[in-house]
């Protein structure tokens, strides 16, 4: 089901390994040229054309763009109870898994009177997009919303596409987890669409069809929703390009193969684009994986979208010559998802470099992650993991250096200030020191 890529023997450059390696052939250049009329639209006509686009693309037409409160809170009246309590637990750790990650404002004293103050200021609205084709994603509800809330953020609002079998509404569970976050500001606007809404905002008499513009634009999505990120980057921040998502497992011989299979399996459960990679130095490894999977793939829930998902050219098996040469490749492929599954997995995950997000050992499974771990799973895909990295509070602040000089240490620097204003030929900027200081 998988295709085999043989790299034993072949010691690649990280350039040439990244162009060898299972990747999906999406061009973001032709989405963003396919996204571009629906912002443009968007932008133009705002709540008309987001009627249009939704019975266009999700073949409903909702009653108003903004989910009204009743609805909201009978979602969690509704909700399961069991799933109730595991949306509990999985708020809880991601609010302390999230709080770790808020930085410290810090001063540093450079002289008596002269002092540079670290601050890091929240924006102010943010808007969260939370996918729902082929699958739905409270999780998503969860990450999204936790990451701003522990960042301070004042106003947030959360866009989802509406649902043909839920009267045009998002998916109830992805209500229910709004509510029980307290986020009332809710939209039945998917895809492109709803990253147009939130960067260029609604204008409309009523507040049904009013959204204010953002300042961050968060959250997973299709390519088309990645590509609508790139193309509003500027008028609105972004956290990463988030796309279809992908798995890499760094294994060796002592790998539980059931493990690994299911391990690989559950992303491609995802979506048919979403790509499993198996990274080992073991044949006999490989051979058990292909066979677990083939099992376990044809009796699954999903099994058309898994098949199509492993056999595509997104996906594969690469053999490597041993675990030094298995590290230098999940870190040029830079994962979203990455699991080692070693002897010493512990030692091995402190010398990957490029990741979204690492799972070590048999009992880091992606899906705790996906779900419950306290982690974020809002992560770069296709190999952006080399420079980006996954959601956090970081993304929903602004780091701003406050200077606060008095009279005295602004002269004890002026000489060298007027010097360096001179090297530049900006003799203006050297006036402005040396006028404060009588000359």
């Known amino acids: 089901m998988m295709r085999t890529i043989d790299l034993r023997g072949r010691a690649l450059p990280a350039s040439e390994l990244r162009a060898v390696l299972p990747r999906a052939e999406v061009d973001i250049e032709v989405a963003i040229g396919r996204v571009a009329p629906i912002l443009d639209r968007v932008r133009a006509e705002g709540a008309p054309a987001l009627y249009a686009y939704a019975e266009q693309f999700d073949g409903v037409r909702p009653a108003s763009l903004r989910v009204p409160a009743v609805v909201l809170a009978a979602a969690l009246e509704e909700l399961a109870v069991d799933v109730r309590v595991a949306l509990t637990e999985a708020i809880r750790r991601a609010r302390l898994g999230h709080e770790a990650q808020l930085p410290t404002p810090r001063t540093t004293a450079f002289g008596p009177g002269a002092r540079v103050h670290q601050r890091w200021i929240p924006v102010q609205r943010v808007g969260l997009y939370v996918p729902g084709g082929l699958a739905v994603y409270p999780s998503s509800v969860v990450m999204n919303v936790v990451a701003a809330q522990v960042a301070g953020v004042e106003s947030l609002a959360v866009a989802s596409p509406p649902q043909k ?13 709004c509510a029980l976050l307290g986020v009332d500001e809710v939209y039945a606007v998917g895809g492109a669409q709803a990253i147009g809404m939130f960067a260029y905002g609604l204008r409309s ?67 048919p684009a979403a790509a499993s990679v198996l990274v080992t130095d073991s044949e006999d490894l490989a051979a058990a994986v292909a066979k677990e999977i083939e099992t376990r793939a044809t009796t699954a829930k999903h099994a058309a979208r898994i098949r199509a998902a492993l056999s595509g050219p997104q996906s594969g098996v690469v053999l490597v ?6 590290i230098d490749v999940v870190n040029a492929y830079a994962a979203e998802h990455l699991e080692i599954q070693t ?36 992560l770069p895909t296709g190999g952006t993991a080399r420079f980006a990295s996954g959601l956090g509070v970081q993304a929903y602040l602004k780091s701003v250096q406050v200077i606060d000089y008095d009279e005295a240490a602004l002269k004890e620097v002026t000489d060298d200030l007027v010097a360096l204003a001179e090297s530049e030929d900006l003799p203006a900027h050297g006036e402005a020191a040396l006028l404060r200081r009588g000359d």
């Open 165 to 177: 079998d839920n009267d045009g509404l998002p998916d109830p569970t992805i209500l229910a987890a």
């Open 343 to 378: 002897a010493d997995a512990a030692a091995d995950a402190a010398r990957i470099r490029n990741a979204g997000a690492i799972f070590v050992g048999p009992y880091s499974p992606v899906p705790l992650g996906d779900y419950i771990a306290g982690s974020n799973h809002v």
């Open 321 to 326: 010559d041993d675990l030094d040469h298995g």
């Open 205 to 271: 008499e009523g507040p049904e069809d009013s959204c204010e513009p953002v300042d961050v634009v968060t959250g997973p999505g299709n390519i088309y929703v990645a590509a609508a990120k790139r193309a509003v980057l500027g008028v609105v921040g972004i956290d990463a390009e988030a796309g279809t998502t992908e798995i890499a497992v760094l294994a060796d011989a002592g790998a539980d193969p059931r493990f690994v299979a299911a391990d690989l399996i559950s992303q491609a459960e995802h979506d």
